[in-house]
């Protein structure tokens, strides 16, 4: 006997026998664990059992004669059949059981002995397939539950309240599905929830009971969903939230989120305009926001104090960064191509940045208010080709960073904002800053420990502002100031002297 009857036959014992402790929400209530008459003594096939071909029939008699299961695979892949009568003797596959390409086939009416599938429970391809009644003894699933190209199941009623299950749910290329009804009895997930593809599904209806997914929830590509209200019970996603092409206007239905472990993800959503009504979660090791055409506002992420990565970008409509207002500390920050972008405010406890942070073609923003709090990024530091940016206002408490690079920033006339600027722990690069005259506001600078690179700067008249520059790690690099004084550049080696450890690089 394999060790899947075994444990079968063992947790099947019926009245006074041993059965499957409750987990979260998959306990049944008190009903009793027996198995269905006939199936109490397993006698399964050895091995995988494939039924296909025009004697589908055929083969499910001869498997029925002999066997009342399956110790492997069960694969269902028969353009022939239109039921699955032949079946009714199979009480357990120890491995996957999979039915596709059956185009006749509306139901899983014949599986009514089945009682525990070892591994995944897959249906997919069968284009009038329409509920998914016949499971009736159904109350283990070992791992995944795949529902796929289910051409007319409109919801999920008929499934059982299985006992356990401890895979993902995957919901995928469902042209009817219209809601998730016949979930209801779903509290915790031990797998991912993956909601991907169904085109006219507008709801999540069904789900109103989920507390606890402890993998990812995606929902992708469904854009007729536009409420997330039956969400609302849902406090813990242990993996990460990807909302990508799905139609909600904001995010009502998660306000009872406290736990996020994986990261929020809202990408390409055409209708989201708002993040109102997410859920208190005070730490997220990713947020990306990005692509979103009508997104207005980050409004709803106020308990945000603290994330491992924060990436905004791609957002035309979004003019601030309020919502963000208690976050205190990033790993990375990037605001990348948000074309109405006009400041940095929300961001205004911000104090430390651990990695890099990347300000870049954001053609309204004109100087970078909102983060007057900030006094160290440990990595890069990138400012580059924001076409209306004028000053760096907001950069006034920041003393070290990890490298600093300010390009292509056409109108930037103003550094003042870098005063109390005094290390960079690698490059100094500032280039194609077309209308910058001045270095004023680099007077507190006294080391940088990779290179100084100025150059198409065309209207740069002076380096006098480094003056209180003492060292240089790498090199000084210089090419294309035409108006910088050819004394100013021999005072800049003079001061630097042995604190010059590379050289002077000219290049034209």
Not at 208 to 214: A, D, F, V
Not at 393 to 413: F, K, M, Q
Not at 415 to 426: D, N, P
Request: aromatic content about 2%; charged content about 25%; overall charge negative.
């Amino acid at each position: 006997m394999s060790p899947f009857w075994l444990i079968t036959l063992l947790l099947s014992a019926g009245p006074g026998g041993p059965c499957p402790p409750p987990v979260g929400g998959w306990s049944r209530g008190g009903e009793v664990c027996a198995p269905p008459p006939g199936c109490e003594q397993p006698a399964p096939h050895p091995g995988d059992v494939t039924v296909k071909g025009p004697d589908a029939a055929a083969q499910m008699d001869a498997l029925c004669e002999r066997y009342n299961g399956v110790d492997g695979d069960l694969i269902v892949d028969s353009v022939d059949l239109t039921d699955l009568s032949g079946l009714s003797c199979v009480c357990g596959v120890g491995g996957d059981l999979v039915i596709r390409r059956s185009p006749g086939l509306r139901t899983l009416d014949g599986l009514g002995q089945l009682h525990r599938v070892g591994g995944d429970l897959v249906l997919e391809e069968l284009p009038a397939f329409e509920r998914l009644s016949g499971l009736d003894a159904l109350d283990w699933l070992d791992d995944d539950l795949v529902l796929r190209r289910l051409g007319a199941l409109a919801d999920l009623r008929g499934l059982p309240a299985l006992g356990q299950l401890w895979g993902d749910v995957v919901l995928q290329d469902n042209p009817a599905l219209r809601s998730l009804h016949g979930l209801e009895w779903l509290e915790t997930l031990p797998g991912r929830l993956i909601v991907h593809d169904n085109p006219v599904l507008e709801d999540l209806g069904g789900l109103e009971s989920l507390r606890e997914i402890t993998d990812d929830l995606r929902l992708m590509d469904n854009p007729g969903l536009d409420d997330l209200r039956a969400l609302r019970s849902l406090e813990r996603i242990g993996g990460a939230l990807l909302l990508l092409q799905i139609g909600v206007e904001d995010l009502g239905g998660l306000s009872g989120l406290r736990e996020v472990g994986g990261g929020v993800h809202l990408v390409s959503n055409p209708s989201l305009e708002r993040l109102r009504g997410f859920g208190p979660v005070a730490e997220l090791p990713w947020l990306r926001v990005t692509h979103n055409p009508a997104l207005e506002s980050l409004r709803g992420l106020e308990a945000l104090t603290r994330a491992g990565a924060v990436t905004i970008e791609h957002n035309p409509e979004l003019w601030d960064l309020r919502g963000l207002d208690n976050l205190g500390r990033v790993g990375e920050l990037t605001l990348l191509a948000n074309d109405a972008l006009r400041s940095l405010e929300g961001l205004t406890r911000l104090e430390a940045v651990d990695g890099p942070m990347v300000v870049r073609l954001n053609p309204a923003l004109e100087d970078l208010r909102g983060v007057e709090r900030l006094a160290r990024v440990d990595g890069p530091l990138r400012v580059l080709n924001n076409g209306a940016l004028r000053r760096l206002d907001g950069l006034s408490g920041l003393r070290e960073v990890g490298s600093l690079e300010l390009g292509s920033n056409h109108r930037l006339i103003d550094l003042t904002a870098l005063r109390s600027l005094e290390e960079v722990h690698g490059d100094l690069r500032i280039r194609w800053s077309v209308a910058l005259v001045s270095l004023v506001g680099l007077e507190a600078l006294r080391a940088v420990e990779g290179d100084l690179e100025l150059r198409f700067n065309f209207q740069l008249t002076s380096l006098t502002p480094l003056a209180g520059l003492a060292s240089v790690g790498g090199d000084v690099v210089l090419g294309d100031n035409p108006d910088v004084p050819h004394g100013d550049v021999a005072a800049l080696m003079g001061q630097l002297g042995e604190g010059l450890v590379g050289g002077l690089r000219i290049e034209e």
